[in-house]
């Protein structure tokens, strides 16, 4: 069962499903397949704001992101067993 990457909580491993685009050319959904949010890597929650819980900080891999929770809602990710 896929999430967005913004409701994951907090040191949950999965993996990344899919980037969901808010437009046909969206420059955003584009930046994050970029930086390697792709599907099958590996990621998790490290941390997120003390104010409305943005940002969040993300590990992808060995690289950690700081992401905006609208931004990280364009993630799709599937949790993993612990």
């Given at each position: 069962m896929a999430l967005r990457l913004?409701?994951?909580p907090h040191g949950q491993n999965a993996a990344v499903d899919a980037?969901?685009?808010?437009t046909p050319v969206d420059p955003i959904a584009i930046r994050?397949?970029?930086?390697g949010f792709v599907a099958g890597e590996?990621?998790?929650?490290?941390a997120r704001g003390p104010i409305g819980a943005d940002p969040i900080?993300?590990?992808?891999?060995?690289t950690r992101f700081a992401l905006r929770r609208n931004e990280a809602?364009?993630?799709?990710?599937v949790p993993l067993a612990s």
């Open positions: 913004s409701e994951l980037v969901q685009d808010a994050l397949r970029d930086l590996p990621v998790r929650i490290v900080l993300v590990q992808i891999g060995f809602a364009r993630v799709l990710v």
